[in-house]
């Protein structure tokens, strides 16, 4: 993770390494993001429960969800 350089949130970890957070940087939050996977791929699972939260914590009161 040191070489990923400076994150402000994780948002869950990577498949099959559950040490491995998945850095966010929140000067990016701001911008678009997309979740894309198959029909009952767990994309609002993926939003509700981890999507939402982090931006809670970073400091966002609206999400467009479309």
């Known amino acids: 993770m040191n ?9 869950g970890c990577y498949k ?7 850095p966010v940087n929140a000067r990016f939050i701001p911008y678009h993001m ?11 699972f993926f939003a509700r ?3 939402i939260p ?3 914590k970073a400091g966002y009161d609206v999400m467009i969800f479309d």
């Open 34 to 44: 997309g979740i894309f996977s198959v029909t009952g791929g767990g994309k609002s």
């Open 49 to 51: 429960h981890e999507i």
């Open 16 to 22: 099959e390494h559950p040490m491995w957070p998945v």
């Open 3 to 11: 070489y990923l350089g400076k994150f402000d949130f994780t948002l």
């Open 54 to 56: 982090l931006l809670r």
